[in-house]
């Protein structure tokens, strides 16, 4: 008997990328508790609003309300909801510790150091609400009615300390898609197109996802052939199923309370453009590459999200990914529901050379360099480095690594451009271990070289680079006698402004918190 | 019969749930029902079973899975959610089972109306069906006699007022002893049906019934 997953159960956040379905804008919202009865009365007041993940046998799209709402909570904020100290003790220590305690192991030292972060994350937080959007009306309109609804209870409070920019603080954070020419995009800060990959699980269907390239490499071969590719076990995203170890992961108690959720962390990100184009000018000078080029190795894409390992040349990456944005438009402007599934078919098939792809015939890095950003954070069962049949199957040293990513760019960047002021990405990923998942790759992939076997390189674009020692190796297409480049001197792009690490329940366990009925006997 | 101690019967039943498919997957059944079940635990003293004679004790809770022992045993999955109900009582089967559906026919029909199967319409069609989900099996729970409940909680009334008496009239004079004690009897009524203990009440407010 196939192992059913409880959809009604499960936010759909999880399960959901609101993005693909047009919800372009969100606000998020920290809360801190002061009284453990008020704080369970406002978990109810919220239960109503709690979008949960659709029936996946009928469309998805016209089944999510307009605005939707999550909740998550911190380690603390489940102790002062009085959840039982057996049940507390039960959460993993990453957890527990937050991810202020646990910022060495993710890097974030000198310009990521907390006391550069937003204030808000150097407080004690304990409910984070996402609200997600497809207007902004949709969003103002039900934020003010939550916003009512925290007022009137004197047990909780919105936590203030979100920089906005203009030298004063929020209560909350926007986030929203970029705009070009009014038109939005899927862009981030730098001008990559983002977010386009995550896992394919077991439970997941075609509207949320696709195996090829979001499951697990289970043989070599053609990458946009399915049968190369398997859907990941449900535990390594969800708790309470069996994940890649053919175990269940490890959980809170009772079981009740962990089934169905998972683990989710929150990070605001700045970006420094200035500083990321004045460096890919600079090596233009020095090295003699073209600049969009070396935006490409950087990263592993394009900045129109091609792949460079399936196009190294950027005519065909522009005209694929021309194809790609028209596709997404023929979705955008669909009447009915039926156009929408027949561009959303149109769609999945252009963006197989989005996504279905691997680095089989690229091994020594000649297209896309061994060490950029995309091709770190998820090597697509790389690291056999050609040497078939190392392991049990090609994805055996990534399938536990494997993140599900969320979130949205916030503030502006428009030229001339500039390190300061707010802008960057907020980064949500769901696992079902923050550790072995979302911090190993921090640490290991993203501030490490070790796996790549690039010794202390660290991720070009990502990495912790201190006082601009980056250094990135640019493998040279050895059939074409080209030689390799030694990129040097590169600063930090990315700075952390702070987050922190959440618990994100089923349907079950946010009605077991609200009423205290958490027993972990 | 394994099911049974003397007077004392233990019933298990294992009652299939139906998946959220039924309702075009607009919402999910068991979560509904371990909603209803978590009302009992929420608001003291609400469990409907404290209406049905002859009930020691009662248990309702979800089967959600069997537990996946992990690598190398096979992963087995159950085809449905159950509900698990289990009590102990005092008789025969089909007598408790009738009584228990005239106290809570609207009970009965609100906890079993996401089970496979379950139409039922009378007391007989419920002994039907429960005894179609039967299990038989020795699952005793400790601490009842073998009297009918009626007889315990009269006994359980009479030892906690008795207990009062003593701490109250500890080294009085033997003829006011005399006349408390007469009082006393008066008062419990020993021989007599009530007062009583009520049924199903798990603290020491307003334990007494007095008709």
């Known amino acids: 008997m196939e192992n059913r997953i409880d959809y009604h159960d499960i936010q759909a956040n999880l399960m959901v990328n609101y993005t693909d379905f047009g919800y372009l804008k969100a606000r998020y919202l920290m809360i801190a508790i002061t009284n453990g009865d008020k704080g369970r009365a406002f978990v109810s007041d919220m239960q109503k609003f709690i979008t949960h993940t659709p029936n996946p046998h009928t469309n998805i799209a016209v089944q999510l309300p307009k605005v939707t709402t999550n909740i998550a909570f911190t380690y603390n904020g489940l102790k002062k909801l009085g959840l039982p100290v057996l049940t507390l003790q039960s959460f993993p220590d990453e957890f527990i510790i937050g991810m202020r305690g646990r910022r060495t192991i993710l890097g974030f030292d000198e310009e990521s150091a907390a006391e550069h972060w937003d204030e808000v994350f150097n407080k004690e937080i304990h409910i984070l609400l996402t609200i997600d959007a497809k207007t902004v009306e949709a969003l103002e309109n039900h934020y003010q009615e939550i916003y009512s609804i925290i007022q009137k209870n004197d047990g909780i409070h919105l936590l203030d300390g979100f920089n906005n920019g203009q030298g004063q603080t929020t209560s909350y954070q926007d986030a929203s898609a970029l705009y070009e020419n009014g038109y939005p995009t899927s862009k981030e800060h730098f001008g990559y197109t983002d977010g386009i990959s995550n896992p394919f699980f077991k439970g997941m269907t075609e509207e949320m996802g696709n195996v090829l390239g979001g499951g697990k490499k289970i043989a070599y071969g053609d990458p946009r052939s399915e049968s190369n590719w398997a859907a990941l076990e449900t535990g390594e995203f969800i708790l309470g199923y069996k994940d890649e170890a053919l175990e269940y992961p490890v959980a809170p108690m009772p079981p009740l309370l962990s089934k169905n959720g998972t683990f989710m962390t929150f990070s605001k990100f700045h970006e420094n453009v200035e500083s990321f184009n004045q460096y890919l000018d600079h090596a233009v000078d020095k090295y003699k590459l073209d600049k969009e080029i070396l935006a490409a190795k950087f990263v592993g894409r394009w900045r129109n999200g091609a792949p460079i390992t399936t196009f190294p040349n950027k005519e065909d990456a522009d005209k694929v990914a021309t194809q790609r944005q028209q596709a997404l438009a023929a979705m955008a402007t669909a009447q009915t529901t039926e156009e929408l599934l027949v561009a959303k078919k149109h769609f999945n098939e252009i963006n197989k050379d989005f996504i279905a792809f691997d680095y089989d015939k690229d091994v020594a890095g000649g297209n896309c360099p061994v060490g950029a950003h995309t091709r770190r954070s998820n090597p697509r069962g790389s690291l056999e480095f050609g040497n078939q049949g190392a392991f049990d199957t090609p994805g055996a040293l990534d399938n536990r690594r494997r993140i599900i990513r969320r979130g949205l760019p916030y503030g502006t960047s428009t030229p001339p451009y500039n390190n300061k002021g707010n802008h960057g990405t907020i980064i949500i990923t769901l696992t079902a271990s923050i550790k072995r998942q979302f911090e190993f790759v921090f640490q290991q992939w993203i501030n490490y070289g070790n796996d790549f076997k690039l010794a202390n390189d660290k991720d070009p674009l990502v990495g912790n680079h201190v006082r601009n020692n980056g250094r990135m190796v640019l493998q040279g297409d050895s059939s074409k006698g080209e030689p390799p480049h030694f990129l040097c001197d590169i600063p930090r792009f990315i700075e952390s402004r702070g987050g922190e690490y959440f618990f994100l329940p089923s349907i079950t366990a946010i009605n077991m918190i609200a009423q205290g009925l958490v027993d972990p006997t | ?211």
């Open chain 2, 1 to 211: 019969m394994p099911n049974k101690a003397g007077n004392l019967y233990g019933l298990t039943t294992l009652c299939p749930l139906l998946n959220s498919s039924v309702h075009n997957d607009t919402f999910s059944p068991v979560i509904r029902l371990r909603e209803l079940l978590e009302q009992y635990n929420i608001v003291a003293d609400s469990s409907p079973m404290r209406l049905v004679p002859n009930t020691y004790l009662a248990r309702f809770f979800i089967l959600d899975d069997v537990i996946f022992q992990s690598f190398p045993y096979q992963e087995e999955h159950l085809k449905s959610k159950y509900l698990v109900f289990t009590v102990n009582f005092h008789g025969e089967l089909e007598q408790y089972l009738e009584g228990m559906y005239n106290a809570i026919p609207t009970d009965i029909a609100s906890i079993w109306r996401d089970a496979v199967g379950f139409n039922v319409k009378d007391a007989q069609s419920f002994t039907t069906y429960i005894k179609k989900c039967q299990v038989e099996t020795t699952f005793l729970f400790n601490g009842s006699t073998d009297m009918s409940l009626a007889d315990q909680l009269k006994s359980l009334y009479i030892k906690q007022e008795f207990s009062d008496f003593v701490f109250k009239n500890q080294g009085v004079e033997p003829s006011v002893l005399l006349q408390e004690f007469k009082k006393f009897i008066q008062m419990t009524n020993p021989t007599e049906s009530f007062p009583t203990w009520k049924a199903g009440v798990s603290d020491l407010n307003d334990i007494i019934q007095y008709k």
